[in-house]
């Protein structure tokens, strides 16, 4: 399935309700602290417009024109302030964090809930308290694994003229994190990583703090958006979860026809209780917001935090089917900037290895191996017989 996005935050902020309602899952929640002891994993979907559709080959893998495209998420135990000295479930929640390559953070910003997670009256505690307080946490836990050793990089580096990023990359292996996003980070943080030695204290919490930016991006949403206490954040996702997994298990029920994302729901058949919460919902985050904020920001963290766009190999360019005939069976999320013999290289090596040429199913023409991949391209890869 390729790319993992982890859903955080602190206990009771609804993080489970949104992870529950983007997989339908069964996540435990709870107003205590700790309800999620260890990782839940699910699978959410994306949504995309489907090539079956302009193309004229029905494919029965969308919807009306839809494509839904699996994104696996789980769900990490809630943070707690000094979760970097490995207070709480601090170790435990830094580490499943590591299997991530983007994050989803729920917040509540009804701020009815204090830092810790515990209940509060509505509206006393600031929500963005709590988005400084996750970003702290994991740069002093960057921090810590960079102090960690060093001076023994930086010395080894020197004398072995092994370049400090590779040194790096090597002790971060372990939390994914790449040569690349070392490079990326000391350009970010504007430090000569050929000076890492002489780097004071401030230099290595600003290459920290970067380097937690470049190789753990986080997008914010502002859940329980509903409540009247709640406060819109800046450069987030206004989010309601208790509405969304409301409308899905409506939905899954028959009560209601509703699509992931929409604006809008159907009545099929609802009771006078039913309709009382179904009109609230409409009420207090459709009509104010045109959606629950769930189906968004999963499909935010995906396009725009990870970058990734759309591809769907075939290999007959023609009818756009596999060997078995299947028309569109397959589409795979990459990075934007992904080229023809990437693309061919994530199918699988031996695949890569025989690139000959790809061709671009809509236009019928051969692409070469630096063609850049777009949101929504059907290719065929041709190897090397």
Request: hydrophobic share 35%; charged share 30%.
């Amino acid at each position: 399935m390729g790319k993992l996005v982890g859903v955080v935050g602190k206990p009771n902020a609804g993080k489970s309700t949104f992870f529950n309602a983007n997989t339908l899952g069964k996540a435990e929640t709870g107003s205590y602290p700790f309800t999620t002891i260890k990782p839940n994993r699910g699978v959410g979907y994306i949504r995309a417009d489907c090539p079956c559709t302009e193309l004229g080959n029905s494919c029965g893998k969308c919807k009306k024109g839809t494509r839904f495209i699996p994104v696996e998420l789980f769900d990490v135990a809630g943070l707690v302030p000094d979760a970097h000295k490995g207070r709480g479930l601090g170790n435990q929640f830094l580490n499943d964090l590591a299997q991530a390559d983007a994050f989803i953070h729920v917040v509540d910003a009804s701020g009815s809930t204090d830092v810790e997670g515990q209940i509060c009256e509505a509206g006393s505690h600031n929500p963005e308290e709590d988005v400084t307080f996750l970003e702290n946490e994991l740069d002093l836990w960057f921090l810590s694994l960079i102090e960690k050793g060093w001076g023994k990089i930086t010395r080894e580096a020197a004398h072995s003229k092994k370049e400090v990023h590779k040194e790096l990359a090597d002790k971060f292996s372990g939390i994914k994190v790449r040569e690349g996003e070392i490079l990326a980070a000391a350009r970010k943080a504007e430090l000569d990583l050929e000076k890492a030695k002489d780097w004071p204290e401030e230099d290595l919490k600003k290459f920290a703090t970067a380097l937690r930016e470049v190789s753990m991006p986080i997008l914010i949403c502002a859940n329980k958006i509903d409540l009247e206490t709640a406060k819109v954040l800046e450069n987030s996702v206004p989010t309601s979860a208790d509405s969304e997994l409301a409308l899905r298990k409506a939905n899954e029920s028959e009560i209601i026809d509703y699509k992931p994302g929409d604006s809008d729901f159907k009545v099929l058949e609802a009771s006078d209780e039913h309709m009382k919460v179904l009109e609230i919902i409409k009420r207090d985050v459709l009509e104010k917001y045109g959606s629950t904020g769930v189906q968004q920001c999963l499909e935010k963290v995906v396009s725009e935090t990870l970058n990734l766009i759309p591809v769907y190999p075939v290999e007959d360019e023609n009818k756009l089917t596999d060997k078995k005939g299947n028309v569109l069976p397959d589409v795979h999320l990459v990075p934007a900037g992904t080229t023809a013999k990437d693309f061919a290289y994530l199918i699988h090596t031996d695949i890569g290895d025989a690139f000959l040429c790809g061709i671009d199913a809509r236009t019928k023409k051969k692409v070469g191996a630096d063609y850049e991949l777009k949101a929504g391209d059907v290719i065929k890869i041709v190897v090397k017989k």
